[in-house]
């Protein structure tokens, strides 16, 4: 079989799928093609130069800033696919992000979140010990970090509590009990082109550190679409306007890498969406709703309140 017409539907290891089930993350060395990163890498460049100068522009509300020790910084930006750089779609629609989702979340996968979070060149404020989302854990929810930057310790490297992902965490309480120094947690240091997934129930975090460089990551979050339509927070329309994402994403792939290996794409009939024709309107579909995470700050999940998980 040529690489023009080679697929892959799924490709995590059962063993690879066990790591991540019973330590709530898994980590995949040099898992983004070499043009990838680079296109993605300057589309990283683009974003962060195109959206520094526009704090508080009311026409740029996927643009996000924060006062930090360094003085106002921008941080994140939302809803990367109408950004103008094809390369997140190509990401999107690449094997090596489409197996990870097969492999976790099987054929109903839902590209739900995309955004890419960065610390710039000076930026050495701390992330919180936090978990993204908290849920019953029927289902897989995870998120596919794809790391532009080397990501080292004494730099600002996440750590992790394996195992954390099992149950709702007391980060109040982790946190007055421990401070960075939860028993069990790992650095986890990272390469660019490095791809790390991670339960959003795993509790993570990264500590404060000064001449920090610029570190940049991509995340991509998938559930199944069995989830959502049994617990939510979005709607059956919802889904599928996220869904309608992967076509166009697939077809870009395939046109960006026409040698490269392609996705086989095999989601139910129930789940297979109808796509609308206007690349526009499919490109940026926001949230009108989130799962709650648990961190120490107001609003956060109450981990006593939260249902029995399945795991």
Partial sequence: MSTATATVTADLTPEQVAFFDENGYLILRNRIPADLLARLRAAGDTWIAEGIHRDGDPDAPDLHFADRP????????????????????????????????????????????????????????PIDWHQDAVHPRRWRIFNVDVYLDPSVSGGGALRVVPGSNKRPADICALEERSGWDVPGAIEVEMAPGDVLVHDVML?????????????????????????????????????????????????????????????????????????????????????????????????????????????
């Fill in 70 to 125: 360094s003085g106002r910084v921008m941080y994140r930006v939302d809803y990367l696919h109408d950004k103008g750089q094809s390369v997140s779609l190509d990401l999107l629609g690449s094997p090596a992000m489409l197996g990870i989702a097969a492999s976790l979340a099987g054929p109903n996968f839902v590209p739900t979140y995309e955004s890419m979070v960065f610390k710039n060149t000076g930026d050495g404020a």
């Fill in 203 to 311: 509790v993570h975090g990264s500590p404060p550190v000064h001449g920090n460089k610029l570190r940049r990551t991509i995340y991509y979050e998938f559930r199944p679409a069995e989830q959502i339509a049994a617990e939510g927070p979005w709607d059956a329309d919802w889904v599928s306007r996220r869904m309608r994402l992967l076509p166009l994403a697939l077809a870009r792939h395939a046109q960006t890498y026409p040698d490269a290996a392609q996705f086989d794409w095999r989601p139910d009939p129930a789940f297979r969406p109808e796509q609308v024709g206007d690349e526009a309107t499919e490109l940026r579909i926001v949230h009108t709703s989130h799962t709650p995470g648990s961190f120490c700050s107001a609003g956060s999940v109450d981990p006593a309140a939260m249902p029995a998980t399945a795991g």
